[in-house]
Each structure stands twice: as C-alpha cells, then as structure tokens.
C-alpha cells in the first residue's frame, strides 16, 4: 500500500499555457474544462490497471497566497475536515517518505433516511514538483437505513485520481490546480438505476467533484467581489480575455466558468444571482446551431422530462409555458414555469422566469463562430434561487444541501451540462440531417 507510484494525472503546463495570462483571464473565477483524452495505468490490489481514453477534468483559480503556503495548507490531511463542507472526519494513517495514506468520512443528512455516509481511504503522494497526487485505496458508501434496494456501495479497487498544484504567481498569489478522473462503477440497485436514467452523470460528475474541491478552497482565500445592483448573465463580451482559451479548450469538453463569491452592499434589497457559464463546441454552423436550440417545440425530442411546453412567438419577444416532471423510484415531482425569452441581438437570447415553481432563474444564451473552423460555440449563462415556490422535494434536497456553501452553482452547472450533453448530439444529427442539398 506505501509502494510507490507515478500519477498518470496531466498538468497544467501539459497544455502549455502562461501561468500569469491565464490568471489575467481568469480574475477572480473558477474555471473548469477537460484534457485531451489519455491512455493511462494506475496501481490497484491485483496489479496494474489500464484504461483507454481518460479524460481528466481540470479546475483552476487564482488565490491570495503565496504557492508554498497553499502546498503546506493541503499537505495537512488530518486538517481536511476544517477545508471540505460534509467532510466530517480526517486521519493520518500511516506516513512513509513521500506517501500517505489518509483516512476520510463524508456524511450526509437525510430527513427520514438518517444519515448517507461515506468512508473512504486515499493513497496521497508528495511529488518533487510540490504538487500532491492522490488514488482512491478503497471505501464504502452506505444508508444507515438501506432502502430502494439498498444504496450501498463497496468502492475498492475503484479507479479515481487527482492531483494538487500550486503554480507561483508572485510573492502574494498563486494558481491553485485541482485535477481529476474516475471511472467508478456503482453496483448497489439504486446507484446503477440512477445511472441508468441519467448516463450524462459520468460526465457531470468529475466536473462536480473539481469544482467542489476547488472551490472549498478558492472561496477561502479570495475577497468577495462587492455588488451594488443586480447582475447580468454573462455572454462572451464580459469573458472577452477568456474567448481563445474557451474555444481551444471546448475541443475537449465543457468549460465551464463559475463567477466568484459576492460581497452585497447595504441597502440591496434582493442578493444578486451567481452566474455559471459553461461553453460548448458543436460541429454544426452558427445559424442551424442556433435555430435548432430555439426550436421549442422540438425540445421534447431532446429533454425527456419536459411534459409540456407552449411558446408564444412575439418576435423579439417568445413566451414560454413548461411543465417539466421527474420520475425515479419513489422520487417524482413536477416543475411549471413561465419564462420570458428576449432577443437581445440576432446572436443572444436572455431569458427569465416570469411564474413558477422557482424564486428566480435568469440566463442568456450566445452562439459564436470558433475562428478557424466551420463550428459554433454556443455559451449558456445561467442563475437560479429556490425559494419556497419549489415542489417539497426540491426544498428538501436544497436545506440537505445547504451545508455546501457553494451549492447552487454547483446545481447550475450539473443541470446545464445535462442538457447540453443531450442537445449537443442532437443539434450535430439534425444540423447535418437538415441542410439543404446543393446541386
């Protein structure tokens, strides 16, 4: 178990980027995307383990301190309890030169269920570049009452990597890199139904655990951005430094840009909204990109959940009626909403709830061509609040959550890249399926 072992995990300079460009760019937000899809090995019980086109999903920001005072901050693994939301239990098992291995338990609050808990062990290792790699030893993930069959998942041998660094900025700041991959295969009824269901969560769920690592840390050792007023959703404009870094990078996957936390100022009557961006590459044209995203009454074809959608075509102005349902097991529940669409130009369309099952939700959506090539970037920025207008289960799930400071962004970004795991394949069909034949 101490033996040593070399990450497959990339690093940052593997994409060959400025350090101090892309913290210009970056500000004070979190940004997310993925690598280019490697062949890796990793050690396990029973020998190497191989795996064909990993694709690690990296997170990084910009924080005020210094790189080795950040390292000395995450080489501390008793201490993680203090950094992590739901990270009620850190230990130090046993340390040998550059490995550690690392006792951790996460638990989880359910109202009638008791409590969802996960105890795990992680292999960490001190590299020489000061980065620390990490590999999942072994777990279990249980209900303290099993029900629907039970959820409870043995997690050894399980495949998951990450890895630390700390990129030197200047004497008072520094880059802070969190990358991750798994391919971990839940056997218990209820996890392997829910995949099931939702398949898009293999891809959701490392960017889910990127950002929430990161961020943890991030918020921490960042002032709060002071708003006065109400904030708009992001297009391109705003991320003008970010453009290029976007559409290299969106040849991989999602990138996603979560905005920083907000310092509200007296007198403000309603906190603003904390937007999250994610940019997708799709190999279709702007014009049909845009025209099958806006083809409402196709949406069905692409979100199974919608029961029912109604638009009003006002011209600049669309009107939209939705019930959208959720059946899984014994979880089901129905959202309406009401929601404006506004045209603001031919290639940005805002969007608001007007009614509904939501306290708020406000977002825009842009459609840019990536310079060199045929394809679209289509830039989704999106807010919500829950409120008490919400169906209970959702009220439910949000104050479970709530211990996650950062939880709505977190839902923000899961929600948009679900759908565009779904949108993106059907615009790329239909766009090809549809254009008119030239003679």
Do not use: C
């Given at each position: 178990m101490m033996a040593d072992w070399n990450s497959p995990a990339p690093h940052l300079a593997d994409l060959d980027m400025a350090p101090r460009e892309l913290a210009a760019a970056i500000g004070k937000r979190l940004v997310l995307f993925s690598h280019p899809a490697r062949d890796i090995s990793i050690p396990s019980a029973s020998g190497p383990r191989r795996f064909s086109g990993a694709r690690f999903v990296t997170a990084v920001a910009r924080v005020d301190l210094p790189a080795q005072t950040m390292r000395r901050r995450l080489q501390d693994f008793s201490g993680y309890k203090h950094l992590f939301p739901m990270l009620t239990a850190s230990d130090v098992?046993?340390?040998?030169g550059k490995n550690v291995v690392a006792r951790y338990r996460v638990e989880i609050p359910l109202p009638a269920l008791a409590t969802f808990s996960i105890g795990f062990r992680i292999k960490h290792a001190l590299e020489t570049?000061?980065?620390?790699?990490?590999?999942?030893?072994?777990?279990?993930?249980?209900?303290?009452?099993?029900?629907?069959?039970?959820?409870?998942?043995?997690?050894?041998?399980?495949?998951?990597?990450?890895?630390?660094?700390?990129?030197?900025?200047?004497?008072?700041?520094?880059?802070?890199?969190?990358?991750?991959?798994?391919?971990?295969?839940?056997?218990?009824?209820?996890?392997?139904?829910?995949?099931?269901?939702y398949p898009e969560l293999r891809v959701v769920g490392p960017y889910m655990v990127a950002a929430g690592a990161a961020e943890s840390i991030h918020r921490n050792f960042v002032l709060a951005v002071p708003v006065n007023e109400e904030v708009a959703p992001l297009g391109l404009e705003p991320l003008g430094k970010m453009q290029a870094l976007m559409e290299r990078l969106s040849a991989y996957g999602h990138v996603v840009v979560m905005e920083p936390e907000q310092a509200v100022a007296p007198g403000l009557k309603v906190a603003p909204l904390r937007y999250v961006s994610m940019a997708t590459r799709l190999q279709a044209p702007v014009a049909e990109s845009r025209r099958l995203a806006t083809s409402y009454e196709r949406l069905p074809e692409v979100l199974k959940e919608l029961s029912r959608i109604s638009a009003n075509d006002r011209g600049r102005q669309v009107d939209l009626d939705l019930t959208a349902r959720f059946a899984f097991m014994v979880i089901r529940f129905t959202l309406d909403l009401d929601v404006l669409n506004t045209w603001?130009?031919?290639?940005?369309?805002?969007?608001?709830?007007?009614?509904?099952?939501?306290?708020?939700?406000?977002?825009?959506?842009?459609?840019?061509?990536?310079?060199?090539?045929?394809?679209?970037?289509?830039?989704?920025?999106?807010?919500?609040?829950?409120?008490?207008?919400?169906?209970f289960i959702v009220r439910m799930a949000h104050k479970i959550a709530d211990r996650i400071p950062f939880?709505?962004?977190?839902?923000s970004m899961a929600v948009q890249m679900v759908v565009?795991?779904?949108?993106?394949?059907?615009?790329?069909?239909?766009?090809?399926?549809?254009?008119?034949?030239?003679p």
């Open positions: 098992l046993t340390l040998d570049d000061g980065s620390i790699s990490s590999l999942l030893i072994d777990g279990k993930a249980e209900s303290l009452i099993a029900m629907v069959g039970g959820i409870s998942d043995e997690l050894a041998d399980q495949p998951v990597l990450s890895r630390w660094e700390f990129v030197p900025l200047n004497q008072k700041q520094s880059l802070l890199v969190f990358t991750y991959w798994d391919r971990v295969e839940l056997k218990s009824y209820f996890a392997r139904k829910f995949m099931e269901a603001v130009t031919p290639d940005r369309l805002e969007f608001r709830r007007t009614a509904g099952d939501l306290a708020q939700l406000r977002g825009a959506s842009e459609w840019h061509a990536v310079a060199g090539s045929r394809d679209a970037l289509m830039l989704i920025s999106v807010a919500h609040e829950v409120g008490e207008e919400a169906p939880i709505d962004p977190l839902t565009m795991e779904r949108m993106k394949p059907w615009i790329e069909k239909n766009a090809v399926a549809e254009k008119p034949l030239h």
